[in-house]
């Protein structure tokens, strides 16, 4: 659903329509800064090393969204004609607008998943003896939480297994770690820990964490040097950017822990979505902050469905014909799930009664 909506609406949309916080804005008007481009902004700088602690490598970059950052990386891991190996419905492949073959120039090769998890075997299988008829093959991307699987996260174990075949096999290995603060609260594991077998990795401070731009993309320090100059071709070079980049730093000092909030609303809305006739929601799947809901039992489509919701001031995205996602975040408290749920009963009703 596009548009401008009044506060008002309860807004389950995404976590990217979270609001900076106070101390984010405050942080921001006070922030140093410098010309970035030069490599001279503090706050910038601070927020590279930060990030880059954080995940447990040596360099981060600082970029203005995560589908930069994912681009970046590609471009960084790959030459013209690679191939770029991705589970069938990660963001890169399915959102990100085909950039890597636009730009990149790569040859992207999907691996049909499980709730957004490769199996070793599954990459195994599509990695083929060289052969002059063959594209190379450079790169193995994966996403950690998964979006379209519902915010689902990764076995650490199953993670590490396949990375390992794709680094045996040659290949780098890139993490669309979007939510990976989600992934470690989640899983009661530092973030460094789940990324550890990736050589690169994009996190997003615009999500769940609240800051209102951009995304830091993590690595070895020679490699974040080359992913600079591939940030400056695209036009990521920015000039006083500390300005954002100080809400970023308050992202990561600060809104880490409180996404528990999140996931605790999210199971809350899951149960009582699956409560309603006509809905369906998989419990067991929910494990962060979304929530993906069927309504193919409601007599209507999903697109239907989320215009009746927000006729009622319920915003959510259908993301399949059949299926919509609600996302939960700061700007959403329990008083709102529980509105939104007995909004969606009401509409689920209505279409049930006019089928
Ligand atoms: N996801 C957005 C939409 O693009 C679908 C959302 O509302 O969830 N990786 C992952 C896993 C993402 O979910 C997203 C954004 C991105 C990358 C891209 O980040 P941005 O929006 O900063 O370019």
């Not at 964490?209 to 040097?225: F, K, N, T």
Request: aromatic content about 4%; hydrophobic content about 45%.
């Amino acid at each position: 659903m596009e548009g401008v909506f009044p506060m008002a609406f309860i807004d389950l949309r995404s976590d990217t329509v979270t609001t900076p916080t106070d101390e984010m804005r405050r942080a921001m008007a006070t922030a140093d800064v410098g010309d970035d481009v030069y490599g001279e902004d503090p706050t910038v700088i601070r927020l590279e090393e930060k990030a880059a602690e954080l995940l447990g490598k040596e360099a981060g970059l600082y970029v203005p969204s995560g589908t930069m950052g994912n681009l970046v990386a590609v471009m960084t891991h790959t030459s013209r004609g690679s191939e770029v190996l991705l589970e069938a419905e990660s963001h890169i492949y399915y959102y990100e607008v085909g950039g890597m073959a636009v730009v990149a120039q790569v040859l992207p090769r999907t691996i049909v998943g499980e709730r957004g998890c490769l199996t070793p075997e599954a990459v195994e299988g599509v990695l083929r003896t060289p052969n002059i008829h063959f594209p190379v093959p450079a790169l193995l991307c994966l996403e950690n939480t998964h979006n379209r699987a519902g915010g689902s996260v990764w076995p650490l174990d199953r993670f590490n297994a396949v990375a390992g075949v794709a680094h045996r096999a040659g290949l780098g290995v890139h993490l669309d770690g979007a939510r990976i603060f989600n992934a470690s609260v989640a899983s009661g594991r530092p973030a460094a820990e789940l990324v550890r077998e990736a050589d690169s990795v994009m996190f997003c401070l615009s999500k769940g964490l609240a800051a209102p731009v951009g995304s830091v993309l993590v690595g070895r320090a020679d490699w974040i040097a080359r992913a600079r100059k591939n940030r400056k071709i695209v036009g990521g070079g920015m000039r006083q950017a500390g300005v954002i980049a100080a809400a970023g730093l308050v992202a990561l000092n600060r809104m880490i822990d409180r996404l528990a909030e999140d996931h605790e609303n999210a199971r809350v809305l899951a149960h009582g979505l699956a409560e309603i006739a006509g809905l369906g929601v998989d419990l067991a799947s929910v494990e962060t902050n979304m929530v993906m809901c069927r309504v193919d039992g409601s007599g209507t489509s999903a697109p239907e469905f989320s215009r009746a919701l927000a006729a009622r001031g319920v915003l959510v995205n259908a993301v399949d014909p059949g299926r919509l996602r609600f996302v939960t975040h700061k700007d959403v408290g329990r008083e709102d799930i529980d509105k939104a749920l007995s909004v969606t009963a009401d509409v689920a009703l209505e279409f049930r009664g006019a089928a």
